[in-house]
C-alpha cells in the first residue's frame, strides 16, 4: 500500500512539474539546445556524487533525504519566479536554471523511486504488486497533468489563476509526502517497519560504468534499452512527420496528441491493475518482456506496407501503453535479482547513457539517413525494423536470466521456522 502511495505521489509531483518545463523550451526557444548540453553536462558532473552517496547510505534514507532535498529546491526555484515578478513566472536565466533542474528529475528522482522499491519484494513479491504499483504511478501521472491543464489558460494568458510558482509549491509538497509515505526497503516479501536496522549498502564505491561492464547479464539490460530508445526515436520523429503533413494546424496537433496521450493512460492504467500482476506470475518475466517488441515489429512491418496516419497513430498508442503496462515493469523485475549496489549504481548510469545517448543516436540516424535518401515514412519504418527484431532474443534472454537468478536465490534462502518444524 504504501509502495503504491509513493508511486501516486512522485508521479503525480512530475507531471506537475514537466508541463511548465516544457513550456519554457517554447518561449525560449533559441536556448533549448544549449539547455540540453547543460542537462547532459550536469548529470555527467552528478552521476559520481550520486554514487558516493549511494555507496555511504542506507537505501530508503537516501531516497527519504534525496525527496526533500529536491522538494526543497523546487520551493526555491518558486520563490525567486515569485520575487522576480516575471510574466509567465519565470525571467531567462531562471527558465534556464529550472530547465536543466527539472530535465534532471526523471533520472535520478524517478529511477531512485523505482530502485528503492524494488528492493522492498523479493521476485515473487515484486510480480504481485507490481501491476499495483504501477498503475498507482500512472494515474499519480494523469493527477499531476489535469492540474496544470486546468490552469493552463489563465496560467500562461493573463496570469490570473494558478501562477508556475503555485503549481511549483504544489509539486514541492507532493514530492515532500512521498518522502514520508516510502516504505523501508528490505527483502522477504513485504516492507519492513522503520523500526527495523536499516540495510547498509557496500561502502566500496565504484562508478556505474564500470559494474556494466563487469556483468553480462547488465550489459544486455543496456542493449536491451537502447534498442527501445532507437525505436522509440525512430516513432518520435515519424510522428513530427505525419502530424506536420495530416494537420496543418498548431491546435488540431494538439487536440490529436493530448487524445492519444489520454488513450495510452486510460489502456496503461487498465493493463497495470488487471493483468501486468496475472501475467508476470502466470507466463514469467521472458514473455511479458517479448510484449512490446512484437508490438513494435508488427507496428513497423504495418507501417512499411501502410504508411497512413491511422496505422502510425494506432501502432505508436498500443506500443507506448504495452511498454508501460508490461515492459516497464517486467524491466524493473530485472533489477530484483542483482545486488544492491549494482542496482543503486547502474540504474542512474543506464538513465543518462543509454536514454540521453539512444536519443542522440536515433534523432541524428533518422536525420542522416532522411536528408541522404529523402526516405519517407515507408522507408523510415524499414530501418528501424531490425532493431525491434533484434530485441526479441534480447528480451526473451533477459526475462529467462531473471527467472534463473530468482530461482537461485530462492533456492539459496534460509527456510523459515514453520517451514523448517
Excluded at 4 to 31: G, H, K, N, Q, W
Excluded at 191 to 209: M, N, Q, V, Y
Aim: proline share 4%; net charge neutral.
Amino acid at each position: 500500500m504504501r509502495a503504491a502511495l509513493t508511486s501516486f505521489l512522485v508521479m503525480a509531483s512530475y507531471y506537475v512539474l514537466r508541463p511548465v518545463r516544457d513550456e519554457l523550451s517554447v518561449e525560449y526557444r533559441d536556448d533549448t539546445a544549449a539547455w540540453w548540453l547543460w542537462v547532459a553536462g550536469v548529470a555527467i558532473v552528478a552521476m559520481p556524487i550520486y554514487s558516493l552517496l549511494v555507496s555511504r547510505s542506507d537505501r530508503t534514507g537516501l531516497t527519504r533525504r534525496m525527496f526533500r532535498f529536491i522538494a526543497a529546491g523546487v520551493l526555491a526555484f518558486a520563490w525567486f519566479s515569485w520575487q522576480q515578478g516575471v510574466q509567465g513566472g519565470f525571467g531567462k536565466g531562471l527558465a534556464g536554471s529550472f530547465y536543466i533542474a527539472a530535465s534532471l528529475y526523471p533520472m535520478f528522482v524517478v529511477s531512485l523511486l523505482w530502485s528503492t522499491l524494488s528492493e522492498c519484494f523479493d521476485s515473487d513479491g515484486g510480480k504481485k504488486r507490481a501491476g499495483w504499483i504501477f498503475a498507482a504511478g500512472t494515474v499519480g501521472g494523469i493527477v499531476g497533468s489535469t492540474i496544470v491543464s486546468l490552469t493552463a489558460d489563465r496560467m500562461f494568458g493573463d496570469h490570473e489563476g494558478l501562477p508556475p510558482e503555485i503549481l511549483l509549491g504544489i509539486a514541492a509538497t507532493v514530492l515532500t509526502l512521498a518522502s514520508f509515505s516510502m516504505p523501508r526497503a528490505s527483502r522477504g516479501g513485504s516492507a519492513a517497519e522503520d523500526t527495523h536496522e536499516p540495510r547498509r549498502i557496500a561502502p566500496k564505491f565504484s562508478s556505474g560504468l564500470k559494474r556494466l561492464a563487469q556483468s553480462p547479464y547488465l550489459l544486455g539490460v543496456a542493449g536491451y534499452l537502447l534498442l527501445f530508445t532507437m525505436g522509440s526515436g525512430f516513432l518520435y520523429f515519424l510522428q513530427r512527420d505525419f502530424l506536420y503533413e495530416a494537420y496543418p494546424e498548431r491546435a488540431d496537433r494538439r487536440e490529436v496528441l493530448a487524445n492519444m496521450d489520454l488513450t495510452v493512460q486510460i489502456l496503461t492504467v487498465a493493463g497495470q491493475a488487471l493483468v501486468t500482476g496475472a501475467l508476470l506470475q502466470r507466463i514469467g518475466t521472458a514473455r511479458v518482456l517479448l510484449i512490446m517488441p512484437i508490438i513494435t515489429v508488427i507496428g513497423f512491418v504495418l507501417l512499411a506496407s501502410m504508411p497512413v496516419i491511422g496505422v502510425f497513430i494506432g501502432m505508436y498508442v498500443f506500443r507506448r501503453a504495452s511498454n508501460y503496462a508490461f515492459a516497464k515493469p517486467a524491466r524493473e523485475l530485472l533489477f530484483t535479482v542483482v545486488d544492491s549496489e549494482e542496482r543503486y549504481l547502474t540504474k542512474p548510469t543506464l538513465d543518462v547513457a543509454v536514454y540521453r545517448g539512444g536519443d542522440v543516436v536515433a534523432s541524428q540516424t533518422y536525420e542522416a539517413i532522411q536528408g541522404v535518401s529523402g526516405a519517407g515514412a515507408q522507408g523510415m519504418s524499414v530501418v528501424a525494423l531490425p532493431f525491434a527484431v533484434a530485441a526479441l532474443p534480447l528480451a526473451f534472454w533477459l526475462g529467462k536470466q531473471q527467472e534463473a537468478r530468482a530461482e537461485e536465490q530462492e533456492a539459496e534462502a534460509p527456510a523459515s521456522p514453520a517451514a523448517q518444524s
